[in-house]
Every structure is written in C-alpha cells, then in structure tokens.
C-alpha cells in the first residue's frame, strides 16, 4: 500500500519557521516528482512548490519563493519543505504529493500527482 504521511505542522508566530516532512512507504519516488499543497477553509488547493526527481529542478508558488525551500533525500525516500518568514496567510492544511506518470519532472499542475498524503495543519498567528 503507497503512502505519504506528512509530519512538522502545528502553531506558529508570524515570522516564524516550520519544517514539514513527507515520508513515503509502499513505492520507491526517487524516480518521480514530488510537490507540495495547501488548503485553506474555503478555499481550493494550491500548489506551493514542486521538486523533480534529482532534485535540481524546482518551483514554487509566488508567495513562496524566497521564503519557502523543498528539498528530497531518495535514499530516505522523503521530501521536505522549510517554511521561513511565516505569514498568517500562509495558514491551511499542507499536503505531500508524487507525480509517478511525469517521467520524474517537477509539475505545477495539481491533475498530475496521483498519490496524496492526509495533511498537516500549520497556523500561523500574528
């Protein structure tokens, strides 16, 4: 059973930093592209930034860059995301996803990761 659990969430100041972790089991995704997404209430989910599978190659959403980095280790099979500067905007629950049918790229685009992990609350207050 593929699975991605997303871990380093919680309560936070502005101006603060979290570091998330995705840790995956059941499939090998050093050869996939992995990214990162948010959802706040009443709000669709976004994309906030994407790795692909060597690592070289990233985005990020607007708000993020410069203050957002992701990162992988395909030994451990984890992908990261350190969170600095911290805004109250920046407020939602933060999902993991891989892409397995992108031939390992790094996509922007939500409709191609087919594997999700549950999420991870992060509140920032002010």
């Known amino acids: 059973q593929v699975q991605l659990v997303e871990s380093g969430g919680g309560l936070v100041q502005a101006g603060g930093s979290l570091r998330l972790s995705c840790a995956a089991s059941?499939?090998?995704?050093?050869?996939?592209?992995m990214g990162w997404f948010r959802q706040a209430p009443g709000k669709e989910r976004e994309f906030v930034a994407a790795?692909?599978?060597?690592?070289?190659?990233?985005y990020y959403e607007d708000s993020a860059k410069g203050r957002f980095a992701i990162s992988r280790d395909n030994a451990k099979n984890t992908v990261s995301l350190q969170m600095n500067s911290l805004k109250p905007e920046d407020t939602a629950v933060y999902y993991c996803?891989?892409?397995?049918?992108?031939?390992?790229?790094?996509?922007?685009?939500?409709?191609?990761?087919?594997?999700w992990g549950q999420g991870t609350q992060v509140t920032v207050s002010s």
């Open positions: 996803a891989a892409a397995t049918n992108r031939g390992g790229r790094a996509t922007t685009d939500r409709r191609e990761y087919n594997y």
């Open positions: 790795i692909n599978w060597s690592g070289i190659i990233t």
């Open positions: 059941g499939r090998i995704f050093s050869r996939d592209g």
